[in-house]
């Protein structure tokens, strides 16, 4: 089978090419940026750069995003033509933003897969305290647009997880599979300097937003801390938020000069938090994947009080390094952790809950450490790469036998 990998970057698709490629399961492409595929020619093959258009700062604001893409997707198209004089290609897989394929429908005689996270930001979610602008609101649509035009248009769709899924409309539900990527996570030994005599809860997420359950986990913290004074809790992420408002919120509450650096500082000044070494409370911000994976292998204890999300990747690097975690039961979580099994469920809202089980860990870890022996089974079987890319050959094979059946 000979497959093209289409995203802007290399996250998305970069761990199941190399492994399609390295044992010869099949012949795969990766196009990328120019600037992705010069920093890394050397490194990943069969990578093929397509040109990124200049920013042009005159278009309609409201839908300035999308003129971006249809301007990229005609330079991917330009990129697959050329590809395509070189060696045959028997399936496409497209990121649905950052491989944008709207001009590849219908011009080729190839199947299409996208790969879409999740619909739209409505969709996806936010915490009501801070609710999507009106700016936001609008933009929104377009992308929300787009993606339902994917669905229609492409062979096949691959979202993460069964949540993602029910986020599109029941009718377009036939052309959606359902397929977290794979991972090959290689544990090392830490280096992350923890307080003797201290047991460490972490919290771990992308950004630090209340939609990723950042201020629920410093909520649940105070309340644990009333009851055991001997932990320590150390959040990972960037402070920049992604995919909330909780910025927007900032905006609105604060004049310029007395607003908050970030929402997460909002949250800590406002729970009356320091942070330090020898406090109770640590951040620790994304310097490298190497400092962020010896941190994870630190921690005692990961909550996950999640409110939104389709398929958040750091939960599964939690699982992969063997750690105990409390996850909320909403969203993908409950696709992932099994009560009691790999991991424990909480509801989201629930603090009581939320610290009864994190002290009953505190008190006990060795009870609990067969969740993480588990979870980390568990991840092996059915997230890591070797089992993940049977599944996603399956389904480039679903997609070219529906093409054949149309032909």
Same mark, same amino acid.
């Given at each position: 089978?000979?497959?093209?990998?289409?995203?802007?970057?290399?996250?998305?698709?970069?761990?199941?090419?190399?492994?399609?490629?390295?044992? %010869?399961?099949?012949? $795969?492409?990766?196009?990328?940026?120019? %600037?992705? =595929?010069?920093?890394?020619? /050397?490194?990943?093959? @069969?990578?093929?750069?397509?040109?990124?258009?200049?920013? +042009?700062?005159?278009?309609?604001?409201?839908?300035?995003?999308?003129?971006?893409?249809?301007?990229?997707?005609?330079?991917?198209?330009?990129? !697959?033509?050329?590809?395509? &004089?070189?060696?045959?290609?028997?399936?496409?897989?497209?990121?649905? $933003?950052?491989?944008?394929?709207?001009?590849?429908?219908?011009?080729?005689?190839?199947?299409?897969?996208?790969?879409? *996270?999740?619909?739209?930001?409505?969709?996806?979610?936010?915490?009501?305290?801070?609710?999507?602008?009106?700016? #936001?609101?609008?933009?929104?649509?377009?992308? *929300?647009?787009?993606?339902?035009?994917?669905?229609?248009?492409?062979?096949?769709?691959?979202?993460? $997880?069964? =949540?993602?899924?029910?986020?599109?409309?029941?009718?377009?539900?036939?052309?959606?599979?359902?397929?977290?990527?794979?991972?090959?996570?290689?544990?090392?030994? %830490?280096?992350?300097?923890?307080?003797?005599?201290?047991?460490?809860?972490?919290?771990?997420?992308?950004?630090?937003?209340?939609?990723?359950?950042?201020?629920?986990?410093?909520?649940?913290?105070? *309340?644990?801390?009333?009851?055991?004074? +001997?932990?320590?809790?150390?959040?990972?992420? $960037?402070?920049?938020?992604?995919?909330? =408002?909780? &910025? #927007?919120?900032?905006?609105?509450?604060?004049?310029?000069?007395?607003?908050?650096?970030?929402?997460?500082?909002?949250?800590?000044?406002?729970?009356?938090? &320091?942070?330090? &070494?020898? #406090?109770?409370?640590?951040?620790? /911000?994304?310097?490298?994947?190497?400092?962020?994976?010896?941190?994870?292998?630190?921690? /005692?204890?990961?909550?996950?009080?999640?409110?939104?999300?389709?398929? @958040?990747?750091?939960?599964? *690097?939690?699982?992969?390094?063997?750690?105990?975690?409390?996850? %909320?039961?909403?969203?993908?979580?409950?696709?992932?952790?099994?009560?009691?099994? +790999?991991?424990?469920?909480?509801?989201?809202?629930? !603090?009581?809950?939320?610290?009864?089980?994190?002290?009953?860990?505190?008190? #006990?870890?060795?009870?609990?450490?067969?969740?993480?022996? @588990?979870?980390?089974?568990?991840?092996?079987?059915?997230?890591?790469?070797?089992?993940?890319?049977?599944?996603?050959?399956?389904?480039?094979?679903?997609?070219?036998?529906?093409?054949?059946?149309?032909?």
């Amino acid at each position: 089978m000979r497959v093209l990998f289409i995203h802007e970057g290399l996250g998305q698709f970069q761990t199941l090419h190399e492994y399609l490629n390295a044992e %010869s399961l099949a012949h $795969s492409w990766f196009l990328c940026s120019t %600037s992705v =595929y010069q920093a890394n020619k /050397d490194k990943v093959p @069969n990578l093929v750069p397509f040109q990124i258009p200049k920013e +042009n700062s005159d278009t309609y604001f409201y839908t300035r995003n999308l003129e971006a893409r249809v301007q990229r997707s005609f330079l991917i198209r330009k990129a !697959i033509a050329e590809l395509l &004089e070189r060696t045959g290609i028997d399936v496409i897989v497209a990121h649905g $933003s950052g491989g944008f394929p709207l001009q590849l429908f219908g011009e080729f005689d190839l199947p299409i897969i996208s790969y879409i *996270e999740f619909p739209s930001f409505t969709h996806h979610g936010h915490d009501p305290k801070y609710p999507q602008p009106d700016y #936001a609101t609008y933009r929104d649509k377009v992308f *929300e647009m787009t993606s339902f035009h994917q669905v229609l248009k492409s062979d096949l769709v691959i979202v993460p $997880s069964v =949540y993602a899924k029910s986020m599109f409309p029941g009718c377009l539900h036939d052309k959606i599979v359902d397929q977290m990527e794979g991972f090959n996570i290689v544990r090392k030994p %830490s280096s992350f300097v923890k307080k003797d005599g201290c047991f460490h809860i972490g919290f771990s997420a992308r950004d630090l937003s209340s939609a990723k359950g950042f201020e629920q986990f410093v909520l649940i913290a105070k *309340e644990i801390l009333r009851v055991r004074q +001997n932990v320590r809790f150390v959040f990972c992420g $960037s402070p920049k938020v992604l995919y909330s =408002y909780e &910025e #927007a919120f900032l905006q609105q509450s604060f004049d310029k000069e007395s607003r908050p650096e970030s929402f997460m500082k909002y949250v800590l000044a406002r729970e009356g938090i &320091e942070l330090g &070494e020898d #406090a109770a409370f640590q951040h620790v /911000d994304f310097a490298s994947y190497e400092d962020f994976a010896s941190y994870v292998e630190a921690m /005692d204890l990961f909550l996950y009080p999640l409110q939104f999300g389709s398929a @958040n990747w750091g939960l599964f *690097e939690l699982l992969f390094r063997g750690k105990v975690v409390i996850g %909320s039961d909403r969203c993908f979580v409950p696709e992932v952790i099994r009560h009691r099994d +790999n991991g424990l469920l909480c509801k989201y809202d629930d !603090i009581p809950s939320w610290v009864r089980y994190a002290t009953d860990v505190i008190d #006990a870890p060795e009870r609990f450490a067969r969740l993480g022996s @588990n979870a980390l089974r568990d991840a092996h079987e059915r997230f890591h790469i070797k089992s993940v890319a049977a599944s996603y050959l399956r389904i480039f094979d679903m997609a070219i036998g529906r093409r054949k059946l149309l032909c």
